[in-house]
């Protein structure tokens, strides 16, 4: 289920730390704590990986072992597209979080954030025959950004992720049927709001959907509130993450160690 650095490290030439690497390191670490506030966390398990700049295809990913609560910017673990680590570390790596997350960094270039999740109400969602609704507030809003991917079990297998990426396409929001919410995005805020409007839909659906059934919403209200929605604005994506990450500095976080 991991990789251990004896087993997979790429240390004949170690790749030097960036300034740029430094700032995703803490920008990811921030996010792993968000994380942790919002409930998203499945104890040591699940991932947020976020490409580090430049041109090597290198993406960093939390330590397995660790809870989100622990991960700092100096204990991530930075990774090839075939998952090995680039400098020495004294973390392993989940083998299911490295296959899923590599596919998507290694074939979507536009894709330098990618989050999985295991929510009780995104995994309900993915175990409903009907999947996600688009009768809800937010589900109304996601209507044709959402792809589907069959489950395969858990996902060690490095021959699902052609699969994977053909399920996904170019949908910004998948559900893993079975399994769990995944998004991606152009940068860490972009794919953190994608995930937001996912989640808090599988939130509206579970709740309202456990009293009676949910009023429908009109094809044409529907495309009305994607064009109104229209794509994630970068501005409006920062200012939420920032947010955020203010709440983490308040609380005296030290998510930047």
């Given amino acids: 289920m991991t990789l251990t650095m004896q087993e997979g490290a790429r240390l004949d030439a170690p790749i030097p730390m960036t300034d740029a690497e430094w700032q995703a390191r803490v920008q990811l670490a921030a996010c792993y704590r968000v994380f942790d506030q919002l409930g998203w966390t499945e104890m040591i398990f699940n991932h947020i990986t976020l ?12 330590p397995f072992g660790l809870m989100y609560h622990e991960v ?3 204990n991530l673990v ?17 083998r299911a979080g490295f296959v899923t997350h590599s596919a998507i960094h290694g074939h979507l270039d536009q894709a330098h954030c990618v989050m999985h999740t295991h929510t009780t109400t995104g995994m309900a969602v993915a175990c409903l025959e009907q999947g996600l609704t688009h009768d809800t ?3 109304a809003q996601l209507q044709g950004r959402v792809a589907y991917h069959e489950f395969e079990g858990i ?6 992720r052609s699969r994977m990426l053909a399920s996904i396409g170019d949908k910004p929001c998948v559900i893993l049927r079975n399994h769990g919410l995944l ?9 953190f709001m994608w995930l937001w409007t996912l989640q808090r839909a599988c939130d509206l659906q579970i709740a309202a959907g456990s009293v009676g059934a949910l009023h429908p919403v009109s094809a044409e209200a529907r495309a009305q509130c994607v064009r109104e929605a ?3 604005e970068p501005a ?8 955020l990450v203010r709440k983490l500095d308040q609380a005296g976080a030290r998510y930047a160690d």
């Fill in 51 to 62: 490409r580090v700049p430049g041109p090597e295809r290198v993406f960093l990913i939390n």
């Fill in 72 to 74: 700092t910017a100096s």
């Fill in 78 to 94: 930075a990774v090839d597209i075939e998952g090995r680590p680039v400098r020495p570390t004294d973390h392993p790596v989940n």
């Fill in 137 to 139: 507030f937010y589900g």
């Fill in 155 to 160: 996902t060690v297998n490095p021959d699902e």
């Fill in 183 to 191: 998004t991606w995005g152009h940068d860490l805020p972009e794919a």
């Fill in 230 to 232: 229209g794509p994630r």
């Fill in 236 to 243: 409006v994506c920062r200012a939420v993450y920032a947010a």
